[in-house]
């Protein structure tokens, strides 16, 4: 873990901050994409999971492409210097204006998740006198057998169209004359680590593009989302998940033709290269006996345990006391769930001590906000240190 090492050189930095280790998501890139190559198959960068520039910067050199979520990501990823061509855009409620700006830009594809915004799609794409290319979200209803908050392709879900919606509007869909559907879009959920639900996933995906090849539909790839969880616990086991796993199962069992099969990868690409480091503030024990460490992060850096009760490892990084005990990890937001974690046993931590918040990379500073009026956090890269 890269903050033990740097400890010292980390005390006199203003807390809190991301600290990236640019090495790690190197050898993470580098196996993703060497490993991916060998199957034919390409990589997306979901870039919701961080924006950071550097990050971005070097998650370009190894020739991702990028996956979007909003208008702004789309314009995000251009300004990092991403080729539009290489941007596909799914999201289930776009606004006007940014399906007009993904057009403009002609990026890769939409990915559309309801009947009307293919209407719409086409509406606005007639306007700019082009036809675009699209992909469906499908809604594959599959368990990805993760956190529920996480989940996005149950049948009940938000994202993708359902196949009987599809199925019951084939005529309509074909009948638009400014989009044309060149691909098939699924993405199940987020921090899989069971990896049979990727054999499912290939299973369903060839059923849909089956049917959809049927119905008419000449499709030119299959995008099978994100999803490949990383090492919360021990994250010092795993620095690197599993893609070569995910290529291999999906080798095995999606049987799509020639056509090309693309990923969109998030937390495990920058997942484990990053780290939140705090300062504690304050102890104190509550009427209850509850031994409270109040460090200088909150939710308004790192949202994610207060908003799925997801798990970080924490550690305090510049503790010498050899004696263990169990804090509560508490944070200076003005909100009862704004505790990072409970029952940790760390050496005894006294003010001033810095602590890390592990696999911090994905999801955290991209949800940052300034709620309280607080700051946002800064980055620290290993290789400016
Ligand atoms: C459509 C889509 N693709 C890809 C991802 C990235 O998922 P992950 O970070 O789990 O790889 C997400 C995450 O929410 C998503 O919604």
Do not use: W
Request: hydrophobic fraction near 35%; aromatic fraction near 8%.
């Amino acid at each position: 873990m890269l903050s033990r090492q740097v400890a010292e050189k980390l005390t006199k930095l203003e807390t809190p901050f991301y600290l990236y280790d640019v090495a790690l998501l190197r050898q993470t890139l580098e196996s993703a994409m060497s490993m991916a190559s060998k199957y034919g198959y390409k990589v997306h960068y979901a870039i919701k999971a961080n924006y950071d520039p550097r990050l971005l910067q070097i998650i370009r050199e190894y020739g991702l492409g990028i996956d979007c979520a909003s208008g702004n990501e789309v314009r995000c990823a251009i300004e990092a210097g991403f080729d539009p061509k290489s941007i596909v855009y799914a999201g289930v409620g776009k606004r006007d204006k940014e399906i007009r700006y993904a057009i403009e830009q002609n990026i890769y594809a939409i990915n559309c998740e309801s009947i009307e915004e293919l209407h719409l799609v086409d509406e606005l794409a007639r306007e700019a006198g082009r036809v675009v290319d699209v992909a469906l979200r499908v809604n594959p209803d599959i368990d990805p057998k993760t956190n529920h908050c996480i989940d996005t392709g149950q049948a009940d879900s938000k994202f993708g169209i359902s196949y009987e919606e599809i199925l019951s509007s084939v005529e309509d869909i074909k009948s638009l004359r400014n989009i044309e559907v060149v691909g098939m879009h699924i993405h199940i959920g987020s921090q899989i680590r069971e990896l049979h639900v990727f054999e499912n996933m290939c299973n369903k995906a060839n059923v849909i593009v089956e049917n959809l090849t049927k119905l008419g539909f000449e499709l030119e790839f299959v995008d099978v989302g994100g999803g490949l969880g990383i090492n919360y616990d021990m994250p010092e086991n795993e620095p690197i998940p599993n893609f070569a796993s995910v290529f291999a199962i999906t080798k095995q069992h999606l049987k799509v033709g020639e056509r090309e099969v693309h990923f969109e990868f998030g937390r495990s690409l920058v997942g484990q290269c990053g780290e939140l480091i705090t300062r504690v503030l304050f102890n104190k024990t509550t009427a209850t006996g509850r031994r409270l460490a109040i460090v200088d992060a909150s939710m308004t850096e790192l949202i994610r345990p207060a908003l799925y009760g997801s798990y970080h490892n924490i550690e305090n990084i510049t503790s010498e006391e050899s004696q263990r005990l169990k804090y509560t990890i508490v944070g200076t937001a003005c909100e009862s769930t704004d505790v990072f974690d409970e029952n940790v046993s760390l050496p005894i931590t006294k003010r001033g001590d810095l602590l890390t918040i592990k696999s911090a990379g994905a999801y955290g500073m991209s949800m940052a906000s300034r709620y309280n009026q607080h700051d946002l956090p800064g980055a620290v890269y290993s290789d400016e240190l």
